[in-house]
Every structure is written in C-alpha cells, then in structure tokens.
C-alpha cells in the first residue's frame, strides 16, 4: 500500500533539501579545455569562500586541483570574465583574481609553484591563447591605467615566459574577443563590436594574415554588421573558418570558403548563446567533415553531429537539456550539460560507442525522486497577442499533501542578464522551493535568448514593461488555469531579473510579495555608474541617456514608491560594483517609510553574485522565513530570524 502523507499546508512541508545541502555540497562548472589526453575545467566553489580552482582530469580517471590555494582563476574583463586560462603541452596560463595578472605552471617540466608573467598594473586579461610556434600567447587586455576614461580593449601578445614588452596586435574597436590562430598558425581570426552595441546585437568578424613577426596584416571584414552577431569563431583542421551568424534571424553554423559564406545546416534553432563572458563554445571539430555541436530548440539543448560536405543533422542521444562548453578532441567530446533530473556536470561522450562517462558532478547529492519536481515546458499568451515561454515546477514532497481545497503559493523567477535564458536543468534552489510546497514558475520573457532573434529583440526599448509583463502574465496564466493560489503569488529575481522584480512590485498589483537579489532599483543611476562592458546597454533597453531621460525616471521603481502595496525582501552584496548597493538600500528606506512590511540582508564580503558558502545558505533560509511570516504558515524547523520593518 502507498505511504500514507501528512496533510499540511503548501510551503511548511520539510523538505530533506536544506540550505546548507545546496551551498556545502555544490560547486560550480565551466571552462572545459582539452589538452592531449588531459581534460581541465574550472570548479567555483562556495566553501572555499566561491575561489575559481582549475582542476585536471587524466586518462587513467585521476583528478586533482592544478593550482592551489590561494590562486584563484579568475577574470575580471567585462566584470563578468570568462576565458581566464588555457593550457597546451602541459602549460597552464592564467589569471589570479586578486591582482589580475597572468601566471604560468609548466606541467609537464612537474613544477608546482606558478609564476607570474605579466607585470603589476591595472591590467586584466581574458581569452588566452597559447602560440606555441612563436613563443608567445594572445590575449584580450582590457587596459585601465588611465584614471577618468573608460578602459581600452585590445587583443595583444605577450611572450610566453614573460619578461618582454606586450605587443598590442589589435586596436580600435571599443571591444574585441575570440582571437583565433588558423590551424596552420598563419592567420589570426578575431571578434569585435563598438559602442552601443552588445555582442548579441552585431559584432564583426575579421581575419589577418600574420607576417614573420607574427603581426597582423591586410586584415579583412568576413561576416557581421547591422543585425548581425556572429559568435565563436573556429578554424577546422583543414584552416576553413566556421562561425555562427544570426543573418536570417536564428544563430546558425556557417564557414567562409573563397570569400563566400555558406550556410551549413540552415533551422530555427539556436547554435550560439549571448557572449556575457568568454571562452564559451557550442561545437567543436571531430575531424575534416564532422562537428559536434550543440543547438536549442524552445529552451532544450540537444547534442548533435553535423556533416560539413553535406549539412546532414544527426541527433547524438543524451539525457541532457542544457549543454555547453563543447570540446572535442579526436574521438572524444567534453561539455558541460545537465538535465532535469541530474544537475549540471562534466561529461565525456566517446563518439564510436556513444558510452557517457561523468568526470565531475556540481553536486554530489543525490536526492530521493519523491522530492523532486520536473520542469514542464509551457507557453502562455501575454501582451500584443504574442506567446511567450516559461517551465513550470509543481510542488513534489512525497510524505506530504495539502488540504484538497488549497492551492499553493508561485514563485515566478526570470534569469539575469536580461538577454540570458533558464534551463531545465536539475537545479537544488528550485527544488529547495518545491519540495517545501511551492510551484515555481521560470519565465523566459521576451528578450530571453533561444528562441530566435525576433525573441530577443522584443525588449528592445522596453526593459521594464515586456519582462514584467511576461512574469505577471505567467503567473495570472497559471491561476486562471487553477494550478496556483492568486493571492498568493511572489516574484523573486537578482541582478537584472531583480529590477524586473521590483518593477513588477511597482508597477503591477497581481504580486503578494517579492525579493530581489542584487537587483536595479534606479535605472538612471546605473546608466551613470555601470562599468563600460554595459555602459551603453541600456540606450539598447530604454533609450539614450541623457536625451531620454524621463524614461528612466518613468521606469525606475525608486522613483514610484507610491504604488508599492505589497512586501519584499532585499539581498545586496556591499562589494557590488555592477549594481551599487546604495540602490538596494534607498528601495529598503522608501518601503519602509511607506509602512510595508520589508528586510534589507547585506553581506560585506559580497560582490555582484553570492560566492560565499554561508551568505548563499543565509539567503535561501531567509527568504523562506521572510514568506512565512508575510503569508502566515508555520515552518517545521526553527530558522536564524531576520530584521522584518512594519511587520
């Protein structure tokens, strides 16, 4: 006979899924590179106060950190970094977090001490690759030695044992990216867009020929322009170029053959995502005629081989929904990827035999299946008679049940960026949520990436109305359909998807209650202190600043405290330097004066996004209790209180 399930109302359930599970027992993964028969990713780990570790993984399944404490392998260009390392023949380049120099580890000499390479300056490198041919290595610099002026980016060369002066080989353009050495080492390919533009907005590919001197020279324009953003520029074995191109309006493969550019396999479907950070990659070559890639389809990843003679698409099968970070070597292919039912991990897939063998787990938990809620793919209506798309988590605790004629509490979540996307991958925060009674609904509003350029560009000049929007029209969705209580609908969200939520709470009435973490509060103060990677962004999403100013006044939730009629919980790290965290707490001070319940939690070792064990498990906990006492249940296990004004 089924167990017999307490009866208890939605969000007091207990859950075996604990704050302190999510944040001592999970890291994170990215930055996968192949060297010979070695694979290294990079591991973020939260117990280790979020440090950046570089991590080996050899032939015979041996693993082990390449880098010790205190070397954290980071970088700080663009902020939000990416590309930090890259290792050929045992040599391991990086950058230290700390000073943002570059530092080399000969491996393969057995040395175990990293030196630096790059002098003490105001420096910061990114997108490293190593010239062995000509003793050096290639590299984004971003230069901010001059005090009053934003930085320059460049791509430059530095010898690679240090010591020589930096040789800048690309200049001019407000931003470049993605140097690329030609197989044969003769060509250098590259990336590169000005100001207003973000990468997903056009970007230009250019190719030089490198003389003796490995200088570039006659470089010429391949691909890119108006409406056009090419992403991951790749020379196969044979020296053709690849790239992927939104020309028709999805991000598709492409090569360049005799100044012509062909479409390789031609779908709505996306082969590229937005360039937040470097060192990112959707396919990789197999041979002369073959690439693994990775595509998505309506937010699902699916891992593919593509015949270069012919365009043939041939699915790969894995259980996987999520997929990036794609390298192949031989006959090998390493990503990282996750699924519904296994969070995000380093895989390795043999080719020939399809067998899939896990190198590295974000988490080793396991949880029992009763407790775990899978994601539905939805699509509702919203504004303009247009659809969007959202996954939708029930409440899932075997050994419990609410009352037959109780509905439970929404949370509506949306990613950051805003031109980012959520996933369907296992995730240990949203299931913390549902297994505690609460449906979760993970909108990709329009705006998000993965479903084509048309998509994304609908937030264009309406951040803070298509977004939320498409959150509250979710969530009124999902009560018209009876599968949520509307009075008890809450919306949460960090860093951009944080000022959705606090516009959300302002300028809409159909929230209860919200948190936002890290998020805007005043767009006009984030146009005049962000750093120069998104310094412009916003004449993209609202309009230019100044000329257009009363938008950002009209869309800024500071400035419309009066409509708030409902209570929210702030998280802010006091290091921030994205968003400032003086916009987290002029929103705590104007909500509280107005009488509404609200609490202000501040970390001061934080900076944009919670690295830190403890704070990330202070901040699940507390805004469970802060939801429990703004609508009235009991939780079963006693929680740390927190500072509530007018409650």
């Known amino acids: 006979m089924p167990e017999r399930r307490t009866v208890a109302p939605y969000g007091s359930w207990r859950s075996p899924i604990t704050a302190a599970m999510i944040v001592a027992e999970t890291i994170g993964l990215d930055q996968v590179s192949l060297d010979g028969d070695d694979t290294y990713w990079s591991e973020s780990r939260p117990t280790e106060g979020g440090r950046s570790v570089l991590v080996r993984h050899t032939l015979d399944d041996y693993r082990s950190d390449v880098i010790a404490a205190p070397f954290n392998v980071r970088s700080r260009v663009h902020e939000y970094g990416g590309g930090a390392y890259a290792v050929r023949d045992g040599i391991v380049i990086f950058s230290h977090f700390a000073d943002n120099r570059l530092y080399r580890l000969d491996l393969a000499a057995s040395e175990t001490e990293p030196h630096p390479i790059t002098p003490e300056a105001n420096w910061r490198y990114a997108d490293i690759v190593i010239d062995t041919p000509r003793n050096r290595l290639l590299c984004v610099r971003e ?35 993605t140097p690329r050495l030609s197989s044969d080492d003769s060509q250098l390919a590259w990336l590169s867009w000005n100001h207003p533009n973000m990468p997903w907005d056009r970007t230009e590919l250019r190719v030089a020929s490198l003389d003796e001197d490995g200088a570039p020279s006659d470089a010429r324009l391949v691909a890119g322009g108006p409406n056009e953003s090419v992403f991951q520029p790749e020379w196969s074995p044979e020296g053709t170029l690849y790239f992927v191109s939104d020309r028709t309006g999805w991000w598709n493969l492409y090569r360049a053959v005799d100044e012509k550019i062909e479409p390789l396999c031609s779908m709505e479907a996306e082969f590229g995502v937005p360039q937040w950070v470097f060192g990112q990659s959707t396919y990789g070559f197999a041979g002369d005629d073959r690439i693994v890639c990775a595509y998505n389809q309506r937010g699902i990843w699916q891992l593919a081989n593509l015949s ?12 996987f929904t999520d997929i990036g970070q794609v390298r192949v070597n031989g006959g090998k292919v390493v990503l990282v990827a996750g699924s519904p039912t296994e969070p995000s991990q380093v895989a390795c897939l043999e080719l020939a035999t399809g067998e899939r063998k896990t190198l590295r787990r974000s988490s080793e938990v396991t949880v029992d299946t009763g407790y775990v809620s899978i994601p539905e793919p939805i699509e509702f209506p919203t504004g303009g008679g247009l659809t969007s798309h959202a996954f939708f988590y029930r409440p899932a605790n075997k050994d419990f049940a609410a009352p037959e004629d109780e509905r439970p509490p929404l949370i509506v979540q949306s990613h950051g ?44 000049g309406h951040w803070g109305i298509v977004d939320v929007e498409d959150c509250a029209n979710g969530a009124r969705y999902l009560a018209e359909q009876g599968e949520v ?80 009629s409902c209570p929210m919980i702030l998280f802010q790290g006091l290091d921030d330097k994205v968003v400032p965290p003086d916009q987290a707490e002029s929103m705590h001070e104007a909500v509280k004066a107005k009488g509404l319940p609200v609490a202000h939690v501040t970390f001061d070792d934080e900076d944009h996004g919670f690295r830190k064990a403890e704070n990330i498990e202070r901040t699940y906990d507390a805004e469970l209790l802060f939801y429990s006492e703004v609508f009235g249940f009991e939780l079963p296990d006693r929680i740390e209180p927190i500072e509530i004004a007018n409650l």
């Open 143 to 177: 230069d901010h030695t001059a005090s009053g002026t934003e930085p320059v980016n460049t791509i430059i060369a530095i010898p690679l044992d240090g010591g020589g002066e930096q040789r800048v080989l690309v200049s001019g353009p407000d931003f470049v990216a």
């Open 308 to 319: 270069t003679p012919d365009g043939r698409l041939d699915p790969i099968e894995t259980p």
């Open 417 to 460: 960026g805003p031109t980012a996307s959520s996933d369907a991958t296992f995730d240990l925060g949203i299931q913390y949520w549902t297994s505690r009674g609460f449906a979760v609904l993970d909108v990709n509003y329009g705006g998000s990436t993965g479903y084509g350029r048309d998509y994304r560009e609908r937030l264009k």
């Open 485 to 564: 209580d509307a009075e008890r609908l809450i919306i949460r969200g960090w860093s951009a998807s944080g000022y959705t939520t606090l516009a959300a709470l302002t300028f809409r009435d159909i929230f209860k209650a919200g948190a936002s973490y890290f998020g805007v509060s005043d767009l006009e103060a984030l146009a005049k202190e962000t750093h120069k990677f998104e310094s412009r962004y916003l004449e993209s999403l609202i309009g230019p600043y100044p000329e257009q100013r009363d938008v950002y006044l009209e869309r800024s939730p500071i400035h419309h405290t009066e409509h708030l």
